[in-house]
């Protein structure tokens, strides 16, 4: 062979190789993206855990309700309502006599009256004698000592009508008024007995609203807020489906050691009556670890890791390891929370931010 058709050989072998690289390249750059990884997932447990619910004893009680006093002393002289009556705001519940009551109201007003004439007396006597000042008839001094009277009198006048006030008003208490629309619940004092100021006389209640008080250990006040719903079970019928009340107050924790805690719980309207033993439940919540399969755990020379997949995308998320509890691991709260769905097989080929699909 010559050597012209031996470099017409190498050239020809050369070209068949460019086109063959060329052709290559460009089915690289048209060929589709990876695919989805096939992974199999499983939730992270922990957080909250709920405990069983204790049961506290108490009574149903009206929301509104007053023991009604008279401020003053006397002797029950009228009674016109009977127990159970429904009354009205305003409605005279008890009528008590004191004899001391209405002469001491009269003496007030007679006593003001007096010091009112008095005291016009000694201002038309001013304003004559001011008239007579300036015409120089009545000295400076006269003036004054007029002056100092009229505004003396003026002083004991609104002193008076304080007086008269306060005898009116405690003429007024010996009238025991409702000052709510209610019930009649107990009549504690009898027709024409002796009633000492701030003894009980009626027990009044609203039927509008209903509410329980519970007593609680001071640890488990930490357990229960304002606003919190808590189930209710008739004693009588513990089978029932509870009512759902609404915790409204919690005492403050007391120094006193071994001291039960008020709780007040408040009621739906039309669920149970006033007077009614109940008991309400209070569930303490616990903080439980968090876990993740033994197998989702992965260790490279960054530390430990999982990966989370969100949007059927992984994402690699540091953990910190704390003991390994049969085929799970306890890890330290951080960036994952109960109910993540995290990787525990395909990890061999999964890399931070790779699509997947889950089998």
Same mark, same amino acid.
């Given at each position: 062979?010559?050597? &012209?058709? %031996?470099? =017409?050989s ?5 070209? %068949? ?6 052709g290559?390249g ?12 096939s ?9 909250e855990?709920?405990e069983?619910p =204790? ?12 023991t ?5 002393s006397?002797t ?5 309502v ?6 009205q705001?305003?409605?005279v ?7 001391? =009551?209405?002469p ?6 007679a ?18 004698s ?8 009545v000295?400076?001094q006269? =003036?004054e000592?007029i002056?100092a $009277?009229r505004?003396s009198?003026r002083a ?6 304080a007086? &008269?006030a ?9 009238l ?7 019930? #009649?619940?107990a &009549?504690?004092v009898? $027709? ?7 003894q ?7 039927p509008l609203?209903?509410?329980v008080?519970?007593?609680?250990p001071?640890h488990? &006040? ?5 606003g919190q719903?808590?189930p ?5 019928d ?8 609404t915790?409204?107050e919690?005492?403050q924790g007391?120094?006193?050691r ?15 009556a ?11 919540v616990?903080k439980?670890a968090i876990t993740v ?5 992965v260790?490279?020379s960054?530390?430990?890791s999982?990966?989370?997949v ?6 690699? #998320?540091p ?6 509890i049969?085929?799970? #691991?306890?890890v330290h709260?951080?960036a994952?929370?109960?109910g993540?769905? #995290?990787?525990y097989a ?6 931070d ?7």
């Amino acid at each position: 062979m010559s050597r &012209l058709s %031996l470099n =017409l050989s190498v050239i020809a072998g050369i070209a %068949l190789a460019a086109i063959s690289l060329s052709g290559c390249g460009d089915s690289q750059a048209d060929a589709p993206e990876s695919a989805p990884v096939s992974v199999r997932l499983a939730s992270v447990t922990g957080g909250e855990l709920q405990e069983i619910p =204790l049961r506290f004893s108490g009574i149903v009680r009206a929301a509104q309700r007053a023991t009604l006093t008279f401020q003053v002393s006397g002797t029950l002289k009228e009674r016109p309502v009977e127990l159970g009556q429904t009354v009205q705001p305003g409605d005279v519940l008890a009528h008590l006599y004191n004899p001391a =009551l209405e002469p001491a109201r009269d003496s007030a007003a007679a006593r003001l009256q007096e010091l009112k004439t008095q005291y016009e007396q000694a201002q038309r006597e001013w304003e004559r004698s001011r008239r007579l000042h300036t015409r120089g008839v009545v000295s400076e001094q006269t =003036l004054e000592q007029i002056a100092a $009277r009229r505004d003396s009198l003026r002083a004991s006048m609104a002193t008076a009508e304080a007086s &008269l006030a306060e005898a009116s008003r405690l003429l007024e208490e010996s009238l025991l008024k409702a000052p709510f629309a209610g019930q #009649v619940e107990a &009549l504690l004092v009898e $027709r024409d007995e002796f009633v000492a100021a701030g003894q009980p006389v009626v027990r009044l209640s609203s039927p509008l609203g209903r509410e329980v008080e519970v007593r609680l250990p001071a640890h488990l &006040l930490t357990h229960v807020r304002v606003g919190q719903e808590l189930p209710v079970w008739r004693v009588q019928d513990r089978n029932r489906t509870p009512a759902t009340g609404t915790v409204v107050e919690i005492a403050q924790g007391s120094a006193i050691r071994g001291e039960l805690h008020p709780v007040l719980v408040s009621l739906p309207p039309n669920s149970l009556a006033s007077g009614e033993p109940v008991e309400v439940g209070i569930a303490p919540v616990r903080k439980s670890a968090i876990t993740v399969p033994l197998l989702a755990v992965v260790r490279d020379s960054t530390g430990t890791s999982v990966f989370r997949v969100e949007d059927n995308t992984a994402h690699r #998320v540091p953990v910190e390891v704390d003991r390994v509890i049969g085929e799970r #691991v306890m890890v330290h709260p951080g960036a994952l929370s109960p109910g993540d769905h #995290v990787v525990y097989a395909g990890m061999t080929r999964l890399v931070d931010g790779d699509t997947v699909e889950v089998r």
